[in-house]
C-alpha cells in the first residue's frame, strides 16, 4: 500500500513563507512525476507545481517565481517552498505522485492546510 503524508501547513501572515514536504512510504519500485496542488473553498483543485523524476519542474503562473518544488529521490520526498504567501494563497495543499507499485497508479495525500492572514 503506498501512502503520501504531507506535513508544514498552518497560519501564516500575508508575506511570509512556508515549507511544505510530502513523504511517500509502502512497497513500490518507481515513483515518476510528483506534484503540488491546492484548492481553495469553493473552488477547483488546481495544479501548482509538478517535477519529473529527472528533476524537471513546470509551475503554473500564479506560483511561478514565489513557489519553489524540489524532490529528494533517494527519501522520496517533495517539498513545496512556498514564499511571499497571500491570502488567495489559503488552500488545502496536496501531494501527488504516479507510483509503480506493479502498475503506475496515481495517488494523493490527505492534505493540508494553508492558512494566509494577518
Known amino acids: 500500500q503506498v501512502q503520501l503524508v504531507e506535513s508544514g501547513g498552518g497560519l501564516v501572515q500575508p508575506g511570509g513563507s512556508l515549507r511544505l514536504s510530502c513523504a511517500a512510504s509502502g512497497t513500490f519500485s518507481s515513483i515518476y512525476n510528483m506534484g503540488w496542488y491546492r484548492q481553495a473553498p469553493g473552488k477547483q483543485r488546481e495544479l501548482l507545481a509538478s517535477v519529473t523524476s529527472g528533476g524537471t519542474a513546470t509551475y503554473v503562473n500564479s506560483v511561478k517565481g514565489r513557489f519553489t518544488i524540489s524532490r529528494d529521490n533517494a527519501k522520496n520526498t517533495v517539498d513545496l517552498q512556498m514564499n511571499s504567501l497571500k491570502p488567495d494563497d489559503t488552500a488545502v495543499y496536496y501531494c501527488?505522485?504516479?507510483?509503480?507499485?506493479?502498475?503506475?497508479?496515481?495517488?494523493w495525500g490527505q492534505g493540508t492546510q494553508v492558512t494566509v492572514s494577518s
Open positions: 501527488n505522485a504516479d507510483v509503480r507499485v506493479t502498475l503506475t497508479r496515481n495517488y
